[in-house]
């Protein structure tokens, strides 16, 4: 490893030009939108960098649905991580899970259909659910000493839209969660779409199960490299159609109808999925020391439940006489996501991205502890 990831200064850091620092104040900290403040794997440069100095032309790849060494390079990482063996043939490539989702939803349901969502949510998913005329069926996920429980509802849904793991909280759902979501399924005959991007952003002890593995014939796994190799701009996500039905209805329509997929994401997301896990493990070290970090130097007001995934601190602030995200960009310099942006259950909480370097993250937090005591 040619760089230290974790000497990142706030100097150096706010010269960066992405949303995520360009959009946010000066003199602000953002700890907002979820990218991080890493370098990308030096396989990922490498790769792009090669493919601009040979051939930008049509790639060999381009009327295979299946984007050729992108299912592959899915499948391998699949079986070798998560013991998951699947069939390449049945993986689709979308700009990103939103897209995919939306691509889904369209297909497979009509306006008023119910799709089953944990709560508090990706708001990206709320907004495509409220977008797009279907109905929320909340399943809220309720604090439980150290960590986060929730209860199967008895209501019929026409999708169950899993978040795992869980997008804001960093719960990692167990095997006997997953079972009785299952049941829960294949009860109300439900497709299951697993948003699984998180996946690679365990930390141990706890391990993530692929829906898949479950219920393979029932469900879509949606997946990309974007979030564990920080490279959210490649825009590039697979869709595993484990179901027959859904790959028929997704094969029935034009070839070209929602995109093709850019030849840079796929160049970057094979070479991250199969040379990049020195660097994540690298990375994953620095993050478990962070959401640690955390915890001691929060003051003892603030809920903060250490997450068992992701790089994301779901605070409870509900103490503050007002939105704790408005008064912590105010009072501390620091940008979190609002609370209630993501939907029921976000209401006197804020997300915090934990993924930078120490001395960021060690400035931040004295912001932030100063402005709380």
């Not at 409220?130 to 309720?142: C, E, H, I, N």
């Not at 997953?178 to 497709?191: F, I, V």
Request: net charge negative.
């Amino acid at each position: 490893m040619t760089r230290n990831l974790d000497q990142l200064t706030l100097e150096a850091a706010s010269r960066r030009d992405g949303l995520k620092w360009s959009e946010t104040a000066p003199g602000v900290i953002p700890s907002w939108v979820a990218d991080m403040d890493f370098p990308v794997p030096e396989a990922v440069r490498e790769a792009l960098i090669r493919r601009v100095e040979t051939d930008l032309g049509y790639p060999t790849w381009i009327d295979q649905p299946t984007v050729g060494p992108l299912g592959e390079a899915f499948a391998e990482r699949m079986e070798t991580r998560y013991g998951f063996r699947l069939d390449p043939g049945h993986v689709r490539s979308y700009s990103d899970v939103n897209q995919a989702l939306q691509v889904l939803l369209h297909l497979t349901t009509r306006p008023g259909d119910t799709v089953a969502l944990h709560t508090p949510a990706y708001h990206p998913f709320l907004d495509t659910i409220a977008q797009m005329g279907r109905r929320l069926l909340p399943v809220p996920m309720v604090p439980d000493g150290d960590g986060w429980r929730f209860e199967v509802p008895d209501e019929r849904a026409d999708v169950l839209l899993l978040v795992n793991p869980h997008n804001p909280t960093g719960r990692v759902l167990t095997a006997a969660e997953l079972a009785t979501l299952a049941a829960y399924a294949e009860r109300h005959d439900a497709l299951v779409i697993s948003d699984e991007i998180h996946a690679d952003l365990t930390y141990a002890p706890r391990t993530h199960i692929p829906f898949g593995t479950i219920l393979p014939e029932r469900t879509v796994t949606l997946t990309s490299a974007t979030k564990a190799f920080n490279m959210g701009g490649i825009r590039c996500c697979v869709a595993h159609l484990g179901s027959a039905a859904v790959r028929e209805a997704v094969d029935a329509q034009p070839a070209h109808i929602y995109g093709a997929p850019n030849l840079f994401g796929v160049e970057a997301t094979v070479a991250a999925w199969r040379h990049g896990d020195d660097w994540l493990a690298e990375v994953l070290t620095i993050l478990d020391r962070n959401r640690r970090l955390i915890a001691k130097r929060l003051p003892p007001q603030v809920g903060y439940r250490i997450p068992e995934a992701t790089y994301l601190g779901w605070l409870d602030l509900g103490f503050l006489d007002e939105d704790p995200a408005a008064y912590l960009e105010r009072e501390a310099r620091v940008r979190l996501n609002p609370g209630p942006l993501f939907g029921p259950g976000g209401e006197g909480y804020a997300r915090l991205n934990f993924g930078t370097s120490e001395p960021i993250l060690e400035e931040m937090l004295s912001r932030i502890s100063a402005a709380l005591s």
